[in-house]
């Protein structure tokens, strides 16, 4: 469980990975970061998302738990991150950790949206039936708990730094990040 309760972290990443997908991401959007995660606790330990699921494999993606120490974010060593904090009620944030688990327990039913993620970036949306990316995953977890949000329908990892009680507790590189 987590040492924040009731709050909930936000881990946005993507400058400088290196990856094909986020130097994409990148020239289309212009935004700093291109990936978005949502932590449960505040030393990123239990850190969750829609990504690639093995560090080398970028066109296998799905419901992943993603960490500093392990997976795609050890292999770039050079990523950059920022770290938000939102306050949220506590039956929100007992609900969050219930989806989360739902997710953990049904991960084989759900895929990564690439199609979805393309159309995305155009300016448009499509969605696909239990298929996510990462930003549209976490603005799915926040509607389904109950977290007030004034994400657009359309969100984008730059847009989680503007929901009304976030706050910026880090910027820099990931690996250097100590649980601020």
């Known amino acids: 469980r987590s040492t924040l309760f009731p ?11 290196g990856t094909l997908l986020s130097s994409l991401i990148r020239v289309f959007t212009r935004d700093k ?18 990504g690639r699921l093995t560090a080398y ?27 938000l904090e939102l306050k949220v009620t506590d039956k929100s944030y007992k609900k969050i950790i219930e989806i989360i688990d739902e997710y953990k327990h049904k991960r084989e039913r759900y895929g990564y949206d690439f199609i979805g993620l ?7 949306k499509f969605k696909r039936p239990k298929h996510f990316y990462c930003s ?37 590189l990931l690996r250097q990040y100590n649980g601020a």
């Open 7 to 17: 709050y909930t972290t936000l881990f946005r990443s993507g400058r400088y990975t």
């Open 33 to 50: 970061y291109c990936h978005c995660s949502l932590a449960l606790d505040k030393d990123l330990n239990e850190m969750y998302s829609f």
């Open 57 to 83: 494999n970028p066109l296998v993606g799905g419901f992943t738990r993603e960490g500093i120490h392990f997976g795609t974010f050890k292999r770039f060593k050079k990523t950059t991150s920022e770290v």
């Open 118 to 124: 393309v159309v995305a970036i155009s300016g448009k």
């Open 136 to 172: 549209d995953f976490v603005k799915d977890v926040f509607n389904r708990a109950g977290v007030d949000n004034n994400l657009p329908k359309i969100p984008k990892p730059e847009d989680f730094k503007k929901i009304k009680n976030t706050r910026l507790i880090y910027e820099g």
